[in-house]
């Protein structure tokens, strides 16, 4: 981890406070957050209702805490979380491969909640709010990256820029999405060849897809 002079630090800090304000204020309304303190082994929702993310694990179609903290609810990706009361905070660096939360995909970039360092069990401290611009969706030419990302899907990616702003690339067969929702229903999609397909509804989908995708505990 770099150091910086405390002004450097604190121009950088300013920046990202910035860039954090403007994205939550255009999400606004989207994502909302519920709090509740669980004990490792406690059932905190069913696998239909939810989708088990970090600090959660799933058992006979039941998602369980995995550790002593917070339960996070995303309501609108379903994805359920348990953060740990007490974490060092855990700084994104370039070059980290990540987990995130597509929060937002709009005309020219796709905007993403970091919710894991890869290899790092520690979690992050607050929101982290990153970008992938269109160009570093694919190593194919992408127009617009709805034919590619929808809110709540879970993307593996890399960070290719660490200041001012956090940006990512997918580029790769390794990067893309590991779980997506059904838009229609919101139920988790299974991949099917190279198209995901809705078991509920039937509704086919199409994503710029990792090599991992339905694998892990996310
Ligand atoms: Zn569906």
Redesign the pocket.
């Known amino acids: 981890m770099k150091s910086f002079p405390p002004k450097v630090l604190a121009n950088n800090l300013n920046i990202a406070l910035i860039f954090q304000k403007t994205i939550s204020t255009i999400g606004c309304g989207i994502k909302t957050v519920k709090k509740k303190l669980v004990l490792p082994g406690k059932e905190i929702a069913s696998t239909e209702e939810m989708i088990a993310g970090e600090g959660t694990f799933e058992d006979k179609g039941k998602i369980r805490a995995s550790r002593i903290g917070e339960v996070r609810v995303d309501k609108n990706s379903k994805v359920v979380t348990v953060q740990p009361v007490t974490s060092t905070p855990v700084r994104v660096n370039r070059g980290d491969i990540i987990i995130g939360e597509v929060r937002e995909v709009r005309n020219s970039i796709v905007v993403v909640d970091i919710l894991q360092v890869e290899g790092n069990k520690r979690s992050l401290y607050g929101d982290k709010t990153a970008v992938i611009r269109v160009a570093e969706i694919s190593e194919r030419y992408v127009r617009d990256p709805l034919t590619e990302y929808r809110i709540g899907d879970i993307v593996r990616a890399k960070v290719t820029q660490d200041y001012p702003n956090l940006q990512l690339s997918t580029k790769g067969s390794e990067f893309g999405a590991i779980k997506s929702l059904?838009v229609?229903?919101r139920?988790p999609l299974k991949l099917k060849g190279k198209i995901l397909e809705?078991e509920?509804?039937?509704?086919k989908e199409n994503r710029k897809i990792s090599k991992y995708y339905g694998q892990g505990n996310v």
């Open positions: 059904c229609k229903c139920y809705c509920r509804c039937g509704n």
